[in-house]
């Protein structure tokens, strides 16, 4: 059992951030009650397709889903959601979208600095009650986007974040906000 793991049913931090197990999860199907998932942040972010291919998530995306609780959001409204991957000025940058299935309008998400997109879900949550489609990401060098931890060589670059972001949500025909 590795150092500094608490096996109660919550989660396993280690290799400095960068690595997370879920352990005896309880919305795991019943076969995979006692067995660990992991998810890599950075294998994961590489298994992505881009953000405007609706795919449907791995078992380790769903891991990272269920571990924020951002899955099943929405779930009597029919809400489609994704992860997906954007190459922006070098970085690899992840996104997700919540899709209901007749959206009004679309509530860009961003996080503060330290932050990623993992700790909003009440925020995602009243938008999909207000029939909001939800597009959000992992700014650089935060949650699973790549660049150094919490790091940014020019804040400007968290502009050019989003004006890709919103040409994502422009391919994907979401709503104006």
């Given at each position: 059992m590795p150092e500094g793991c608490d096996y109660s049913g919550t989660a396993c931090h280690a290799e400095a951030y960068r690595r997370i197990s879920l352990h005896n999860f309880t919305s795991l199907p019943p076969e995979s009650k006692y067995m660990s998932v992991t998810f890599d942040p950075d294998?994961?972010?590489?298994?992505?397709?881009?953000?405007?291919?609706?795919?449907?998530?791995?078992?380790?995306?769903?891991?990272?889903?269920?571990?924020?609780?951002?899955?099943?959001?929405?779930?009597?409204?029919?809400?489609?959601?994704?992860?997906?991957?954007?190459?922006?000025?070098?970085?690899?940058?992840?996104?997700?979208?919540?899709?209901?299935?007749?959206?009004?309008?679309?509530?860009?998400?961003?996080?503060?600095?330290?932050?990623?997109?993992?700790?909003?879900?009440?925020?995602?949550?009243?938008?999909?009650?207000?029939g909001f489609a939800v597009i959000s990401c992992d700014l650089p060098g935060h949650g699973l986007s790549s660049g150094s931890r919490a790091s940014i060589r020019d804040f400007s670059e968290y502009q050019t974040v989003l004006q890709r972001l919103l040409l994502e949500a422009e391919g994907l025909r979401l709503p104006q906000p």
């Open positions: 294998n994961l972010r590489a298994s992505l397709l881009p953000l405007n291919v609706i795919d449907p998530l791995s078992m380790h995306g769903q891991a990272y889903q269920r571990f924020y609780g951002l899955a099943g959001l929405g779930g009597e409204q029919g809400v489609r959601s994704w992860l997906g991957r954007l190459d922006v000025d070098g970085y690899e940058v992840v996104g997700q979208v919540w899709l209901p299935e007749s959206p009004v309008a679309t509530l860009f998400l961003f996080h503060g600095f330290y932050d990623h997109m993992g700790l909003y879900r009440h925020v995602v949550e009243w938008g999909l009650a207000q």
